[in-house]
């Protein structure tokens, strides 16, 4: 059973703050995402990573950046959060193979709130 | 750039009635078409997918039904029940950079079944 984890549930941050979110998965997938869920706008690309050390913007990468040191670990960082930031973060991974070879399995969320 | 149109964004319906939604696609090389089921603060999770060379797949109350021509594809549940109210993703392959997994997301429609 594919598990995705998340460091947090649940973040405050003030203005300004340099925030960390991770993403461990325990299932040796090659990719992996960082999604933003907003009311009404569905789930939003930030980064991808393809493998370690490999990373792809998404559609929203400003004020992101990413890292994967690991094959199991992807980072989101928010180098100086902004309120326009507070959403519900979404990690996923997924593993390139035959069958379902782009389902991708999420992790619970981070909700944060910048203040 | 490439996206997924899902509508509608909010569906309200009575158990045992049906609910259709429905997604249009921009990109003419998607090739897998899923579609994720989101409860309230819980992750997103794959229900069904369908793939291009497919025109219809069913589960026992969901199917999926592709039209590549037309570039849609549409989600539809029979006898909804209380438990199949919840948030429905639905996704297509996006493949400007090769085939690298990753999926582009409709907006989102919450169905809330009544009892």
């Known amino acids: 059973d594919v598990k995705v984890t998340q460091s947090s549930r649940y973040l405050v941050k003030r203005t300004g703050e340099k925030v960390f979110l991770e993403c461990v998965q325990d299932m040796d997938h090659e990719n992996m995402f960082w999604y933003r869920q907003d009311p009404g706008l569905g789930l939003r690309l930030i980064y991808f990573?393809?493998?370690?050390?490999?990373?792809e913007k998404g559609d929203i990468p400003e004020g992101y950046s990413v890292s994967r040191e690991k094959k199991e670990r992807f980072s989101l960082i928010l180098e100086s959060a902004s309120t326009n930031q507070t959403s519900m973060y979404l990690c996923?991974?997924?593993?390139?193979?035959?069958?379902?070879?782009?389902?991708?399995?999420f992790g619970p969320g981070t909700r944060l709130t910048v203040t | 750039g490439e996206n997924v149109e899902q509508h509608p964004s909010t569906l309200s319906v009575q158990e045992g009635d049906s609910a259709v939604i429905k997604c249009t696609y921009s990109d003419s090389a998607s090739n897998y078409f899923p579609w994720y089921k989101q409860e309230l603060g819980k992750r997103p999770q794959l229900i069904i997918d369908i793939r291009s060379n497919v025109g219809e797949k069913k589960d026992q109350r969901i199917a999926v039904t592709l039209n590549k021509t037309a570039k849609h594809f549409s989600l539809h549940i029979t006898e909804t029940q209380p438990e199949d109210s919840a948030v429905y993703f639905c996704?297509?392959?996006?493949?400007?950079?090769?085939?690298?997994?990753?999926?582009?997301f409709g907006q989102g429609t919450t169905l809330q079944v009544k009892p």
């Open positions: 996704a297509a392959t996006l493949h400007g950079s090769g085939n690298t997994g990753k999926l582009i």
């Open positions: 996923a991974s997924s593993v390139i193979s035959s069958g379902r070879r782009y389902e991708q399995y």
């Open positions: 990573s393809y493998d370690v050390k490999m990373k």
